[in-house]
């Protein structure tokens, strides 16, 4: 199985900045697309960011010009620098990661895994 572990959450003043982290480990062949997601109370899970492993990524419109998702293929890591917080940002953030588990090609099975979630709150 892959694990997935987030930091970085926390309380931030509107206005503020914080940087998420995620961790991938486990016996991991590829990862195709690892991203960001996030919940908050009385509302359904939500795409906040995501890349794929050639680059490309998307974005929430609520997100788009404030949070930046990056990568580090080699540490199997995802980030999330969020800027200008506000308020309604507020909610638990949860890294999700999807490929290949396996030591070779030939003996690889798709995966999908996500993190238990890191609180991020935003008030005064």
């Not at 090609?105 to 008030?123: C, D, E």
């Amino acid at each position: 199985q892959v694990q997935l572990v987030e930091s970085g959450g926390g309380l931030v003043q509107p206005g503020g900045s914080l940087r998420l982290s995620c961790a991938a480990s486990g016996r991991i062949f590829s990862i195709n697309t690892m991203g960001w997601y996030r919940q908050a109370p009385g509302k359904q899970r939500e795409l906040v960011a995501s890349m794929a492993s050639g680059g490309s990524t998307n974005y929430a419109d609520s997100v788009k010009g404030r949070f930046t998702i990056s990568r580090d293929n080699a540490k199997w890591m995802v980030y999330l620098q969020m800027n200008s917080l506000k308020p309604e940002d507020t909610a638990v953030y949860y890294c999700n990661a999807e490929g290949l588990l396996g030591r070779t090609m030939a003996l690889s099975r798709p995966f999908g895994s996500w993190g238990p979630g890191t609180q991020v709150t935003v008030s005064s």
